[in-house]
């Protein structure tokens, strides 16, 4: 009963809030995204108490059972994605709070930028479809929490007003719309198939024939393009990068990894059985080409919030190597890392956009030159911006590092040297972007550059986060066994012996 | 939890707190800023001097936690980790007390001395590691918290300097990283344990044990600055004074030439190590690395460039011993883990003291130093001494016990290399010794700052006095039993136990 109410209110309780907020034009609009925050973390708090204490919690919605109605499902999985959102969310929510109502009081900032009334309504949308997508017992219900993702999104980074943020945000909107119809062509083709569209009951009754292949293929190749995995990732550095600063967080740390539970759910939960080895390994190439690339392409930039998103191209490539490394005997490590890898990117790399926000919003640029010496001045941002890449890098104490050991494991015991050789890299050269910034910020060869204020928030909330990044590289115990809750069954029966 | 658990946790955050608040304080909070960081390092010494005489009666300090399956944040306090974090709990203290007037007016202060408190927080914490993860855990955060004290001056000289410790820190962490996590995929997690645990594996397996060796010795190698993984190390000095001291005598090359002795001991285990043939060339690189860094030290006009160069040498005498595997000479090899990190430190503090004070910093211009400043050069005139192995400084018994050992290994072209050393050493220390004490002085020194009640600050003056004491000390008393060596012994008794 408990869990019930917490997932529904998980779901509804944005949503509602949503509604009012745009409904009513109220002024106190920050205080409902507040309130809002901190019911959001009762309830992932009380869900995760739950399925810690009595497992995987079914709940049909309404007492209608499927194939009628709408069940919701959530398992250790789901927990740890909610508990990310909500991370995530509650400390974007206070920063976005900070950043519009500071936009509103400047006055000459406030014309060219958007209307804090529209970022809310959006914003706890998005919430609510985040939440909803990790509770979704069935394809279709994925599919529909995806689209309000998208399109909600889409609006996130068009808010920006810029020429540069539209054109941006145009380009995201056609290949999200393209993999959304991708995957909507799977889900008719699984229904007319098998007549069901529950991923539970999919999972019973799935045969190795070549339509439920097609099925399966034209779903994940329309979630890769929705998570940008290279070379799909084409659409990612610039729509991440000119969003507003509230946003960019959003979108690299939770909008991408609702696409990549998708794909973990689908692959995992249902196709497994009849997915082909090397299927998995085309993923894990992918994934380690996506690693080299967008490591490189971020080391290559000139604008911070662009070398960013480029990391964003780089860690989702980490993301996916999962994919080949759950097959063989330590698929349960490789299952393991890549769910924490997912959590530790979204707490980092949203700390590392806000730290970002706040730095362009004190320059008015992001270009790197113009940070020369700016960790002189700012040094609590700096070193925010530290603890993150801490992370992004795969050192330790961090939950990053964590999650990289444990696919590092995965990969050595499976005697893969060139996917251990690639994560290791991609730790080093993540080094060279992180390194960069940092250095530039703290060189004294410029005289100490002068900043405008920026609001005390948006200095504490990116570093309570980097700091959750850093713990969760020390309590792991608890998300772990999180995890195994619900694992799926293939990587469980292969744990080595 | 018991205080036995609670203790080894104490002893790191004893300097892990003052690091943290530090870094909210305000910059111009000083009393509070100095105020904490000498409470820290006291408590830090307390807590060590109470480990120490727990272990002397058999207590057992540690402490587990579970992070993943398989994976343990373990500490625990054995012999050779309490010499390491008594050597660092001491020079801490007194490096603090230096930084604080070598700093004085300077700015950024708080950041210096918060990643210097994480610093040392590293150091302790690879010291008291009882498995290879939780060593790595420390020596990566060692890797980060040192890089902001190179940079410190942020010129775009020691950002260079500080990228290139960067290449070669954490390209370094990220092979022994690899080795680690293979060498737990063949053989489980690796626990430190006396006289090492892998001597049971499968003989298939010998040849892959070999490439990790390798591959850790690498990793460490690189703090440890083995000659070719040097490179970084000179570059490194252009952090501040006692950034340099710190670095060169307990933090990042100690850490370095302390996993090579926790591989080799209590990883593999010496007899294992012998059985793979992975001793002999370790001795050797040792060895080049002794005679390359003393023969370049001849070459360096800049005074702590000369430092560094004769660290390189010095620390690998630490590998030597400890690949030459014999009691007398593994003795000979830890005892200098801690003898050179005293000699060392008083000789840093004694260039600092000539820059901050003379602004002398070429070697050239150190002409009647000895006049100016008789403390300070009677410092670091025994501290050269002791590094050239004159009796009957601390330098003096490590080697005598390296040359013992070497003899009594028939390793015999060790005591022609530590004979040559010797001799290098004494090119590159006596002229300077010479040259402060009996020339006459120039007419102006190149910076000199106003004479007070001392020939510099108190806080400069001190520590190189106690430590070059501390030199003497070592030296003299090395046969009681509270001395390095004595516990040195004690720890090679656990080491070679059947």
């Known amino acids: 009963m408990d869990a019930e109410w917490a997932m529904t209110g998980l779901i509804m309780v944005p949503l509602a809030a949503a509604i009012v907020v745009y409904v009513t034009a109220t002024r106190f609009v920050a205080a409902w995204g507040v309130a809002v925050a901190m019911l959001q973390t009762g309830l992932t708090f009380s869900l995760t108490r739950s399925i810690l204490q009595s497992g995987p919690v079914q709940v049909p919605l309404g007492g209608w ?22 991370l995530v969310g509650v400390t974007s929510t206070c920063y976005a709070a900070a950043y519009f109502s500071s936009l509103q009081r400047d006055p000459r900032r406030s014309s060219s930028q958007p209307s804090i009334q529209t970022f809310w309504p959006l914003w706890l949308i998005l919430w609510s479809a985040l939440n909803a997508l990790f509770l979704s017992a069935d394809v279709f219900n994925l599919y529909v929490t995806l689209e309000l993702i998208t399109i909600s999104a889409v609006a996130l980074i068009g808010l920006a007003g810029k020429a540069q943020a539209l054109v941006a945000a145009i380009r995201y909107l056609f290949a999200a719309l393209m993999g959304s119809l991708f995957y909507l062509l799977g889900v008719a083709l699984l229904y007319s198939t ?10 019973e009754t799935v045969q190795p024939d070549v339509l439920t292949w097609c099925a399966a293929s034209l779903m994940i190749i329309g979630l890769l393009l929705k998570t940008a995995l290279f070379p799909l990732h084409f659409w990612l550095p610039a729509a991440h990068a ?18 990549f539970f998708v794909i973990l759910r689908l692959w995992f939960y249902v196709f497994h059985p009849v997915m082909p080895a090397s299927a998995g390994w085309m993923l894990s190439v992918l994934g380690s080409a996506a690693i080299l690339w967008g490591s490189i392409q971020a080391i290559r930039q000139q604008r911070v919030k662009l070398m960013i998103a480029y990391s964003t191209v780089a860690q989702v490539g980490y993301l996916f190597l999962v994919f080949g490394l759950a097959c063989e005997p330590m698929g349960m490590l490789a299952w393991r890392g890549a769910a924490y890898l997912a959590f530790a990117h979204a707490s980092a790399k949203a700390a590392a956009f806000m730290v970002a926000g706040s730095l362009m919003y004190m320059v008015g640029s992001d270009h790197l030159d113009r940070w020369e010496g700016i960790g002189r001045r700012e040094p609590k941002l700096i070193f925010t911006l530290a603890l993150a890449g801490v992370s992004l890098m795969g050192l330790p104490p961090s939950a990053g590092f964590i999650a990289k050991w444990l696919l590092l494991n995965a990969a050595i015991g499976h005697g893969r040297w060139e996917v251990a050789a690639v994560i290791v890299l991609g730790g080093l050269l993540a080094a060279v972007y992180v390194f960069r910034i940092i250095g530039v910020s703290l060189s004294s060869a410029v005289p100490m550059p002068e900043v405008a204020p920026v609001p005390r928030m948006m200095r504490w909330a990116p570093l309570v986060l980097a700091m959750a990044v850093i713990v969760g590289g020390i309590v792991t115990t608890e998300p772990i066994r999180l995890l195994e809750i619900g694992a799926p069954p293939i990587a469980a029966r292969e744990v080595a012996p | 939890m018991t205080i036995h658990q609670w203790l080894p946790l104490l002893v790191i955050a004893s300097s892990l707190i003052p690091g943290s608040i530090i870094f909210f304080l305000g910059e111009q909070q000083i009393k509070l800023r100095t105020a904490l960081n000498l409470a820290g390092a006291v408590v830090k010494i307390l807590l060590v001097a109470f480990m120490l005489w727990g272990v002397s009666i058999n207590q057992d300090y540690q402490v587990r936690y579970g992070l993943v399956e398989g994976l343990d944040f373990a500490l625990h306090a054995d012999a050779l980790s309490l010499l390491f974090v008594s050597l660092a709990a001491v020079l801490w203290l007194l490096t603090t007390i230096y930084a604080i007037g070598y ?8 950041r210096f001395f918060g990643f210097f408190s994480l610093c040392v927080t590293a150091t302790t914490g690879l010291a008291l590691a009882s498995n290879l993860l939780t060593f790595l855990i420390f020596y990566e955060m ?3 918290t040192t890089y902001p004290l190179v940079i410190h001056r942020g010129t775009p000289e020691s950002l260079r300097a500080g990228r290139l410790y960067l290449l070669f820190a954490l390209t370094g962490g990220a092979i022994l990283l690899l080795a680690v996590v293979w060498l737990q995929t063949l053989v489980g997690p690796v626990e430190f344990s006396a006289t090492g645990s892998l001597a049971q594996t499968d003989p298939a397996l010998y040849g892959s044990l070999r490439l990790i060796f390798a591959m850790l010795i690498v990793g460490f190698g690189v703090k440890a600055a083995l000659v070719p993984l040097h490179v970084w190390l000179p570059q490194a000095m252009v952090a501040p004074a006692p950034v340099s001291a710190l670095l060169h005598a307990v933090a990042v090359v100690k850490a370095g030439a302390f996993g090579i ?5 209590d990883v593999y285990g010496a007899e294992f190590c012998r059985q793979l043939g992975v001793m002999i060339p370790l001795a050797l690189v040792a060895a080049v690395t002794i005679l390359y860094g003393s023969l370049r030290a001849v070459y360096q006009e800049d005074l702590k460039r000369r430092l560094a160069f004769s660290t390189i040498s010095q620390v690998s005498y630490i590998v030597l011993g400890t690949a030459i595997a014999g009691p007398l000479a593994t003795t000979g090899g830890i005892v200098h883990l801690v003898h050179q990190g005293v000699m060392k430190i008083t000789l840093f503090f004694a260039a600092g003291n000539l820059a901050e004070t003379l602004g002398v910093k070429k070697v050239d211009q150190m002409r009647g130093s000895g006049r100016r400043m008789p403390v300070t050069m009677a410092a670091f005139t025994i501290a050269a001494l002791g590094m050239i192995g004159i009796p009957p400084t601390a330098g003096f018994v490590s080697k005598w016990y390296l040359g ?6 028939d390793q015999w072209w060790v005591i022609g290399v530590l004979v040559a050393s010797s001799v290098l050493n004494a090119i590159y220390f006596l002229p300077l010794i010479y040259a402060a004490w009996f020339a006459s002085p120039p007419d102006a020194w190149p910076d000199e700052r106003p004479r007070g009640w001392f020939e510099t600050s108190p806080a400069l003056l001190f520590p190189p006095l106690i430590t070059a004491v501390l030199t003497l000390l070592l030296g003299v008393l090395a046969g009681l039993p509270i001395s390095a060596l004595d516990w040195a012994k004690l720890i090679v008794l656990q080491e070679y136990a059947p």
Do not use: C, F
């Open chain 2, 142 to 144: 060692l890797t980060l």
């Open chain 2, 261 to 265: 002795v926790r591989i080799v001991y």
């Open chain 1, 65 to 86: 059972e499927a194939p009628l109605g709408i069940p919701l499902y959530a398992d250790g999985i789901s927990a740890l994605m909610l508990i990310m959102t909500t």
């Open chain 1, 242 to 259: 000119n969003a507003p600063a509230p946003v960019s967080g959003l979108l690299s740390g939770l909008v991408l990894k609702a696409s």
């Open chain 1, 194 to 203: 098998y007549g069901t569209v529950s991923w539970h009951l999919l999972a």
């Open chain 2, 103 to 110: 700093l004085e007016d300077s700015p950024h202060r708080r």
């Open chain 2, 404 to 409: 013992i050992g070497a003899a009594q290994a």
